[in-house]
């Protein structure tokens, strides 16, 4: 019989679909931080990998999966991730995942299960910590930092029993966890019978010094890791790993199982193939070489255009802090110069998590539901007092009255990075 025609009027009826991906648009120099270099993305090799794990992929394999992963993913991860990161990893409890924002959305689900309704996070932060746990239900108290890292009378005071950390290079600050403050955290999980979640975003990306090992090697039970390809690889990828503590494993899995039946096979098989001919080390010195002559030119740039800038943040991942003098500002003014002049930035306050008062623990905490019974953050104060504390948290008279910039630079060539600075400074220069 006669087939079905669509006319052409309902043709003509139809929407194109909107890209809801963020971007910068119109921006002469984008230095928004998060972004790796699109443009390394191996694509030869992956598609020599995902060829190669098409053909070795067993017919069984294409079926439901584990919803911890492929077996064959999850052992090449374990290798990875106790030579790289000096992790202790068990491939029975690492669970594949889409992304460190999974994880963390699997977490808070299995949190708010067990009747937890907040956890502490890092104070300036990524909002997408707070975003994610909002939606399990679980609110959040933010909690100051200092030179070390998370500040631990606060912590100890705030009642919370799970904190969210970025050791390696906390974001956006970079301070690097010391040795000292990563066993007082692990000391305080213990003492509460809590956990610390560890976002390793850009642990692998280390310029100047020698890597700093993973948190979760120092106490498997108490540290919950998470790690992910979307700075060495690409975020569209969206794969990702969680290691989990024993005690949390069965309902960590439990609660992948019904979220999505498990991580694409093929996407699996194809990485597993990648990491174990080499193919993801020899990506990861690729990005490291690329990223470490961004950021020379990054610092070079500032100094050279902005007298008196202070830089920190440099010895690994992919943004740093520039603390420009008291000339530049106020903030609101050079924000609204450099935007005209099609720089696109970010400025530390933008990373602000309304801040409980030093003396309120749970009280404090702000609800997902949208009720916040917290103090107003308190925009003038460090987080640990001198330059350090400035360092740290921001805020402060002086050099703190300026502008505090937090510079992503591993996607922009140094080229244009060396563009954007002088576009900058003529735009703060007036």
Do not use: N
Request: charge should be neutral; proline fraction near 7%.
């Amino acid at each position: 019989g006669a087939g079905t025609w669509v006319g052409g009027a309902v043709r003509a009826a139809r929407t194109r679909a909107r890209d809801l991906a963020p971007r910068s648009p119109g921006a002469r120099a984008d230095f928004v931080p998060g972004t790796p270099d699109l443009s390394l993305f191996p694509r030869a090799a992956w598609a020599s990998a995902h060829r190669a794990a098409l053909a070795g992929l067993p017919h069984q394999d294409l079926g439901y999966p584990d919803p911890r992963g492929l077996p064959r993913l999850r052992t090449a991860l374990a290798e990875l991730l106790a030579r790289r990161r000096g992790a202790v990893v068990d491939p029975e409890r690492l669970v594949v995942v889409s992304g460190v924002a999974q994880g963390t959305a699997l977490l808070g689900a299995v949190l708010h299960a067990r009747g937890i309704r907040a956890v502490g996070v890092e104070d300036p932060g990524s909002p997408q910590h707070s975003a994610l746990y909002a939606a399990a239900g679980v609110g959040t108290v933010a909690l100051p930092l200092d030179e070390e890292g998370p500040a631990l009378a606060p912590l100890r005071r705030s009642g919370v029993r799970v904190v969210v950390t970025t050791p390696a290079h906390q974001f956006p600050t970079g301070i690097a966890c010391s040795a000292r403050r990563r066993a007082e955290l692990l000391d305080w999980a213990r003492s509460v019978d809590g956990f610390v979640f560890e976002d390793d975003y850009d642990g692998d990306f280390r310029y100047d010094r020698a890597p700093v090992g993973a948190l979760q090697g120092l106490d498997p039970e108490r540290v919950v890791y998470a790690g992910s390809v979307s700075k060495s690889l690409a975020p569209g990828l969206r794969l990702g790993w969680l290691l989990v503590p024993d005690a949390l494993a069965d309902e960590i899995v439990a609660r992948k199982r019904t979220t999505d039946l498990g991580h694409p096979t093929v996407d699996q098989a194809a990485f597993a193939h990648f990491v174990e001919r080499g193919d993801y080390d020899r990506q990861l010195r690729r990005c490291q070489r690329a990223y470490r002559e961004r950021r020379d030119a990054l610092v070079a740039a500032l100094t050279g255009h902005f007298p008196g800038v202070r830089v920190s943040g440099i010895a690994a991942g992919l943004h740093l802090i520039a603390d420009l003098p008291g000339r530049y500002g106020p903030e609101e003014r050079f924000l609204a110069r450099v935007t005209a002049a099609g720089v696109a930035v970010r400025t530390l306050t933008a990373y602000r998590h309304a801040r409980v008062d030093d003396g309120v623990g749970l009280e404090g905490v702000v609800d997902p539901e949208g009720g916040d019974g917290s103090a107003e953050p308190d925009e003038d104060r460090g987080a640990g007092g001198g330059d350090e504390g400035q360092g740290a948290g921001g805020g402060g008279e002086g050099r703190g009255a300026g502008v505090r910039l937090v510079l992503g630079y591993a996607h922009v060539p140094p080229a244009r990075i060396r563009e954007g600075v002088r576009l900058m400074a003529e735009a703060a220069a007036g």
